[in-house]
């Protein structure tokens, strides 16, 4: 227990730039109009595919005996590839709202 109170107080300003991230990125998000959430969800799932590809190269350099690693690894691939699937599956029903019939 000591050991994470210490990291803690040692990152304390990591901590507290996430936590504004958060706030602001919420009051941004919410101020978008809903006729632009389209074009942001595509780029999003652009940036996020990024972070998929960067997720499997850092999983390769991580030591085979790191089990803990791998398996967070593993999980952030897997999550972030649903994000972005999800994402085009989203957008893809927006955009046909906007199609002739």
Do not use: C, W
């Not at 790191?66 to 590839?81: C, E, P, R």
């Amino acid at each position: 227990m000591d050991q994470v109170f210490n990291f803690i107080t040692a990152n304390r300003e990591i901590f507290y730039f996430i936590i504004l991230s958060v706030f602001v990125g919420v009051e941004v998000i919410g101020g978008v109009p809903s006729v632009l959430h389209t074009p942001l969800m595509s780029g999003a799932n652009a940036i996020h595919g990024v972070v998929v590809v960067g997720a499997i190269i850092v999983m390769l350099d991580t030591d085979p005996s790191n089990i803990l690693g791998l398996v967070l690894g593993f999980l952030a691939v897997i999550l972030g590839t649903l994000n972005v699937v999800g994402g085009f599956v989203v957008t893809d029903r927006m955009l046909e709202m906007f199609k002739k019939k």
